[in-house]
């Protein structure tokens, strides 16, 4: 009967709900023993040159384990830190790990851009960029070495809190990226006043390149608009051959996605940086 099933019904949502709330409860848990004893795990995604498909670039993403050491979701996790004030607090540990990760893998020879992600939270904290530079400095890293990252739907949605923050990092030299565009609707004007130095297509974008054609020539028109902006561009998401040569052909600058690589723990990117060959149709 409807009595039944609107019980069952209840008691599903109920037992959803439990879920969510032990997931919060326990995402919290872990993110403070991960803040506290050092737990994050740091992942780097290549990205490589379009042309030559050799890693210039990289992209570190955190990881979090579960208590049954299952992966916690990073999008899950970094929207509980958001929620509950913790997440200045791990930018600054991912700035930190990275800029040390970045100065070993110097020593070492290897010569990569490092990406790290930004939240709101971190670009209207004025102080934020002081600590990134200083950061820079005490490791000894070159301040073209780590580039930051934050979402358009960031940028117009804290547009002068934005812009001021663009602005710091322009004076301080650091690349900035614009992450998942395409998204947010920011508008012409917007990207046209914002300074950054990179344009990353969200990977819904890439996605649909291989749909139809109207979907092709508005990821042709975002990679038209970046060359008139004199900003380099980044395909994010790119799975397959067919994404990555359309791509490559009309000009996109650098290819990020499971086509080339999954994002890898230290000592499998290290090898797979060095296990680099070119390609043998590369010779542009
Ligand atoms: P994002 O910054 O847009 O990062 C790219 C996400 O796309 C990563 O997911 C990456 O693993 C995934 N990805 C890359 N290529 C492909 C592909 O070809 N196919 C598919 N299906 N996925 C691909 P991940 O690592 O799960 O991170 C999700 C989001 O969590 C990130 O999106 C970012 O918003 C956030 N995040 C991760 N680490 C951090 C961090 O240290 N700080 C902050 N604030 N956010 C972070
Ligand atoms: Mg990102
Ligand atoms: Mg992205
Ligand atoms: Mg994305």
Request: aromatic share 8%; charged share 25%; with cysteine.
């Given at each position: 009967s409807y009595a039944s099933r609107d019980?069952?019904?209840?008691?599903?949502y109920e037992d959803k709900?439990?879920?969510?709330?032990?997931?919060?409860?326990?995402?919290?848990?872990?993110?403070?023993?991960?803040?506290?004893?050092?737990?994050f795990e740091f992942y780097y995604q290549p990205i490589v040159d379009a042309k030559t498909q050799k890693v210039v670039h990289c992209e570190a993403l955190i990881r979090l384990k579960d208590e049954n050491?299952?992966?916690?979701?990073?999008?899950?996790?970094?929207?509980?830190?958001?929620?509950?004030?913790?997440?200045?607090k791990i930018t600054k540990i991912v700035t930190?790990?990275?800029?040390?990760?970045?100065?070993?893998?110097?020593?070492?020879?290897?010569?990569?851009k490092v990406a790290i992600n930004l939240s709101s939270y971190d670009i209207e904290d004025e102080d934020f960029s002081l600590f990134f530079a200083q950061t820079i400095v005490k490791y000894g890293l070159n301040n073209k070495s780590i580039a930051v990252e934050i979402t358009e739907r960031t940028a117009v949605q804290n547009?002068?809190?934005?812009?001021?923050?663009?602005?710091?990092?322009?004076?301080?030299?650091?690349?900035?990226?614009?992450?998942?565009?395409?998204?947010?609707?920011?508008?012409?004007?917007?990207?046209?006043?914002?300074?950054?130095?990179?344009?990353?297509?969200?990977?819904?974008?890439v996605d649909k390149i291989l749909e139809d054609e109207k979907d092709?020539?508005?990821?042709?028109?975002?990679?038209?608009?970046?060359?008139?902006?004199?900003?380099?561009?980044?395909?994010?998401?790119?799975?397959t051959k067919e994404q990555y040569e359309w791509l490559k052909d009309k000009g996109c600058d650098m290819i990020q996605g499971y086509?080339?690589?999954?994002?890898?723990?230290?000592?499998?990117?290290?090898?797979?940086?060095?296990?680099?060959?070119?390609?043998?149709?590369?010779?542009?």
């Open positions: 019980k069952k019904e209840t008691v599903f709900m439990k879920e969510m709330l032990n997931n919060h409860a326990e995402t919290e848990t872990r993110l403070i023993d991960a803040i506290a004893h050092n737990k050491n299952k992966p916690i979701s990073p999008e899950y996790m970094i929207h509980v830190a958001e929620e509950l004030g913790l997440i200045k930190k790990n990275v800029a040390m990760q970045q100065k070993i893998w110097q020593q070492k020879g290897l010569h990569v547009y002068e809190a934005a812009q001021k923050f663009l602005q710091h990092m322009k004076e301080l030299g650091i690349p900035v990226e614009i992450d998942d565009f395409g998204v947010a609707n920011s508008s012409l004007h917007q990207i046209t006043e914002m300074e950054f130095d990179t344009l990353k297509i969200d990977k819904s974008f092709r020539e508005i990821v042709n028109v975002i990679l038209q608009t970046a060359k008139i902006l004199n900003v380099t561009t980044l395909a994010e998401g790119v799975e086509y080339f690589s999954k994002p890898l723990c230290v000592k499998d990117f290290e090898a797979y940086m060095l296990s680099y060959k070119e390609p043998l149709d590369s010779a542009t």
